[in-house]
């Protein structure tokens, strides 16, 4: 008799004891309250995002409390509030995705994964199956059905699964269109509702490995994107739904999407342009999938003085202890560090680009000393509007 896959014997070892352990990681989760989670949170280095924080984290203390309340307390579902579903909206490097690894995988330790969900296609076609997103989340659960299921699913780069009938324009447009994405829209809608998804347990391309079926009704998904040219929709769909077709003082060519609104990337997007939903079917998603998420957050462009302080407290540290650990001690000065941030501004990227920028100065310093020097002092300037290395 052939031996059995060893997922199917993971598998079989959790349903004897895998409830216990269930039970136990559900009674251990921290309860913490949401003004203590957005503390927790600015304590781990997460800066700015005030009022998409104040939400995640309120989000986040109800699905720990209503998984005690059904799963400890024995309280019918119908009992307590439906789970939430989020979609976090605002430009690159603004911090959604690193507010969910911080929140989900680093404060609760819950079983959280996130995904880059352009790397699917609907089930049948070339690309990975979307129900292999639960896949990942069980295997992040260490092969738990039952720790899979109360776990979070982050769906990175939402915003590329926009069908193509999206009129949108992309910088890069032709590039960032999935012409699958709809039928990911599709397969997507069960995983948000509480269904039944039939789930691989290996992530795999065969239809023939085996299979579990699990619920998602207490699966918590939040998605994430940029949603470049998601503001020139909203305005142009103003402008057609105002008498007269927007001659108004606001429908200036850049408010329009006109020549100078194409190419921005660093845009805050307004709570009336996040919940007004036939903007998102005009950008290319069905409605009813956008009716799946409970709350849609607007994320801000980081401003000057919030980058400076991401800059200074996440970047610089890791930075000065590569140099420490070579012998030398890094010395930023103030006008190097406003330039960085004037720099990451111009190129609209972000907290994201704070490090590229400022690793790129001291390369060559780096390059020249690392293993190879007595040591000394590292320190970058501002000369003639351009940072200078000096090292000694």
């Given at each position: 008799m052939?031996?059995e896959?060893?997922?199917?014997?993971n598998l079989?070892?959790?349903r004897k004891?895998?409830?216990?352990h269930f039970?136990?990681?559900?009674?251990?989760?921290?309860v913490?309250?949401p003004?203590?989670i957005?503390?927790k949170?600015e304590e781990?280095?997460?800066?700015?995002?005030?009022e998409?924080?104040?939400?995640?984290?309120l989000m986040?203390?109800r699905?720990?409390?209503r998984?005690k309340r059904?799963?400890?307390?024995?309280?019918k579902?119908e009992q307590?509030?439906?789970?939430?579903n989020?979609?976090?909206?605002g430009?690159?490097?603004?911090?959604k995705?690193?507010?969910?690894e911080?929140?989900?995988q680093q404060?609760?330790?819950?079983?959280?994964?996130?995904?880059d969900i352009?790397?699917?296609?609907?089930?049948?076609y070339v690309?990975?199956?979307?129900?292999?997103?639960?896949?990942?989340?069980?295997?992040?659960?260490?092969d738990?059905?039952?720790?899979?299921?109360?776990?979070?699913?982050?769906?990175d780069e939402?915003?590329?699964?926009?069908?193509?009938?999206?009129?949108?324009?992309?910088?890069g447009a032709?590039?960032t269109?999935?012409?699958?994405g709809?039928?990911?829209?599709?397969?997507?809608?069960?995983m948000?509702?509480?269904?039944e998804?039939?789930?691989p347990?290996?992530?795999?391309?065969s239809?023939y490995g085996?299979h579990i079926?699990?619920s998602?009704?207490?699966?918590?998904?939040i998605?994430?994107?940029?949603?470049?040219?998601?503001?020139?929709?909203?305005?142009?769909?103003?402008?057609v739904d105002?008498i007269?077709?927007?001659?108004?003082?606001?429908?200036t060519?850049?408010q329009?999407?006109?020549?100078g609104?194409?190419?921005q990337?660093?845009?805050?997007?307004?709570?009336?342009?996040v919940?007004?939903i036939?903007?998102?079917q005009a950008?290319?998603?069905?409605?009813?999938?956008m009716a799946?998420?409970?709350r849609?957050?607007?994320?801000r462009?980081?401003?000057a003085?919030t980058?400076?302080?991401?800059?200074r407290?996440?970047?610089?540290?890791r930075?000065?202890?590569?140099f420490?650990d070579?012998?030398?001690?890094?010395?930023?000065?103030?006008?190097?560090?406003d330039?960085?941030?004037?720099?990451s501004?111009r190129r609209e990227?972000g907290?994201r680009?704070?490090a590229a920028i400022l690793?790129?100065?001291?390369e060559?310093?780096?390059?020249?000393t690392?293993?190879?020097?007595p040591g000394?002092?590292?320190?970058l300037?501002l000369?003639?509007?351009?940072i200078?290395?000096?090292?000694?």
């Open positions: 052939a031996r896959s060893e997922p199917m014997e079989k070892k959790y004891s895998g409830l216990e039970i136990k990681f559900v009674r251990e989760l921290p913490i309250p003004k203590k957005f503390q949170l781990a280095g997460y800066r700015g995002q005030d998409a924080r104040r939400a995640v984290s986040a203390y699905h720990v409390k998984i059904i799963y400890l307390d024995g309280a579902r307590v509030m439906p789970k939430a989020f979609l976090l909206i430009p690159t490097g603004c911090g995705t690193h507010l969910v911080l929140l989900f404060i609760l330790r819950l079983p959280t994964v996130i995904v352009t790397t699917y296609s609907e089930t049948g690309g990975q199956d979307p129900n292999t997103i639960i896949t990942r989340l069980l295997h992040a659960a260490d738990n059905p039952l720790l899979a299921s109360v776990g979070i699913i982050c769906l939402f915003d590329k699964i926009a069908s193509g009938q999206n009129n949108a324009i992309f910088a032709g590039t269109k999935d012409v699958t709809m039928g990911v829209q599709r397969e997507l809608l069960k948000l509702e509480a269904g998804v039939v789930v347990l290996e992530l795999t391309h239809t085996d079926v699990m998602t009704g207490d699966i918590a998904f998605a994430a994107g940029a949603f470049s040219g998601f503001q020139q929709v909203a305005r142009r769909r103003g402008a105002r007269g077709f927007g001659r108004g003082k606001e429908n060519p850049h329009r999407g006109g020549a609104a194409q190419d990337i660093a845009v805050t997007f307004t709570t009336e342009e919940e007004n036939a903007n998102f950008y290319g998603f069905l409605p009813e999938l799946r998420f409970t849609i957050v607007p994320f462009a980081l401003d003085g980058l400076k302080d991401i800059l407290g996440n970047v610089i540290d930075l000065t202890r590569e420490e070579e012998g030398f001690k890094l010395i930023v000065s103030e006008p190097a560090l330039h960085v941030v004037k720099e501004i990227t907290a680009g704070l690793t790129r100065h001291l060559d310093a780096a390059f020249d690392f293993a190879d020097h000394g002092d590292v320190r300037e000369e003639d509007d351009e200078k290395v000096k090292v000694g």
